[in-house]
């Protein structure tokens, strides 16, 4: 069963940042898209960045210039980097992790950005 652990969450001001990680492990299969995802109560799920095995990488327009995915492959890690944060930032931002067979998400953590 593949698990996946999101870590890094918290309370910032505006105009401050966080780094959030995700690890996954447990998969019989290489891992292959990884991304942070949010979601705000009453809304769906949305994609915030993703990045493939090879290092592509895709971000929503909200947060392009202020947000960087990265992974470390070898760790089946996922890092985002979240800078110049802004109160609309403030979400449960869960981790997505996929293989050929499966698609795996995370508990959620809690990024909020308030004064």
């Known amino acids: 069963q593949v698990q996946v652990v999101e870590s890094g969450g918290g309370l910032v001001q505006p105009g401050g940042s966080l780094r959030l990680s995700c690890g996954a492990s447990?998969?019989?299969?290489?891992?292959?898209?990884m991304g942070w995802y949010r979601q705000t109560p009453g809304k769906e799920r949305e994609l915030v960045a993703a990045?493939?095995?090879?290092?592509?990488?895709n971000y929503a327009d909200s947060v392009k210039g202020r947000f960087t995915i990265s992974r470390e492959n070898a760790k089946n890690t996922v890092y985002l980097q979240m800078n110049n944060l802004k109160p609309e930032d403030t979400a449960v931002y869960y981790c997505n992790a996929k293989t050929f067979y499966g698609n795996y998400w995370g508990q959620g953590t809690q990024v909020a950005v308030s004064s």
């Open positions: 990045i493939t095995r090879g290092g592509s990488t």
């Open positions: 447990g998969s019989m299969y290489r891992i292959n898209d």
